[in-house]
């Protein structure tokens, strides 16, 4: 009997298990930068989200993510994201939509920008991380600008009035030329966050599961508290 009970504890205490301890798995094998996302940290995420909409949205969409959604997701009043997250016009409950038409996007970058609510999960945040942060200034690109993670790409280095500008040497190795708004600590830290906001829209649900497996295990904890109790009554009068 208690055998019985102590196998199908296991066999639910195990997949919980996994569910918690699944977390962010990395990625990105030519990419030797490492982020630690910590989507338990909702002022990252609400830094990045800001971050997100003042110089992603205008091009990229997450389109299976509502602003709803987030605003409450990572604890935003929907009244502050909608007077300063939206565009004029768009609602707290729409999807994060480009603000301008993808034919024109196409017309001038040479492509339409990529949907980013699942960038996280096919690339990886160590792979983002590194391209965020390695524009470097070269005047054969289109937008003067090109990148080592992303060779040849056709998005502008939107973020380098933060970083400041780098060039890259023969070796491969970057350095900054121009000062941005930002030192490079700061720079690196909200390329953090943001990247930690596009995990999030990866996968909202990481969240909640978070909560929820430990919810499971305390559960389990009291579940087999009882069991022993029932179990103790059960042998009593065997002994
Ligand atoms: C001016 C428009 C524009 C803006 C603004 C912009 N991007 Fe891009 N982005 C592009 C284009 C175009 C591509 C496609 C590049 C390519 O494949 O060569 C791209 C590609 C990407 C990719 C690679 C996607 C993939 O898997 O290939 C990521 C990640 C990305 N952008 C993130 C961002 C983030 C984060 C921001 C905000 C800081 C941002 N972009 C702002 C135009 C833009």
């Not at 993510?65 to 007077?83: F, K, P, Q, T």
């Not at 960038?119 to 945040?125: E, T, W």
């Not at 953090?192 to 996968?203: A, H, M, P, R, T």
């Not at 919810?215 to 904890?221: A, E, G, R």
Request: proline fraction near 4%.
């Amino acid at each position: 009997m208690s055998k019985a009970i102590r196998k199908f504890l296991l066999s639910m205490i195990a997949p919980a298990l996994l569910l918690v301890s699944g977390g962010v798995s990395a990625s990105g094998a030519s990419v030797d930068v490492h982020v630690d996302i910590d989507l338990g940290n909702q002022a990252a995420l609400q830094r990045g989200a800001r971050t997100f909409v003042n110089y992603c949205v205008s091009c990229h969409s997450a389109k299976y993510m509502r602003y709803s959604r987030m605003a409450e997701d990572i604890g935003l009043n929907e009244e502050l994201v909608e007077a300063n997250m939206l565009f004029t016009g768009r609602k707290v409950t729409d999807h994060m939509l480009v603000a301008f038409d993808p034919e024109d996007a196409k017309r001038w970058l040479g492509q339409a920008p990529p949907d980013l609510t699942l960038v996280a999960r096919s690339r990886g945040p160590d792979w983002i991380y590194a391209y965020l942060t390695s524009f470097h200034r070269d005047a054969d690109r289109p937008w003067g600008v090109n990148n080592p993670i992303l060779p040849g790409t056709t998005m502008p280095a939107v973020l380098s009035g933060l970083q400041g500008e780098q060039e890259m040497d023969a070796d491969g190795h970057l350095h900054s030329v121009t000062e941005g708004e930002l030192s490079e600590a700061e720079f690196n830290d909200l390329v953090k966050d943001l990247v930690s906001f596009l995990v999030y829209i990866g996968e909202p649900a990481k969240l909640v599961r978070g909560s929820l497996g430990v919810k499971v295990i305390l559960f389990l904890m009291v579940f087999t508290f009882l069991a022993y109790l029932l179990k103790r009554e059960y042998w009593k009068d065997v002994h």
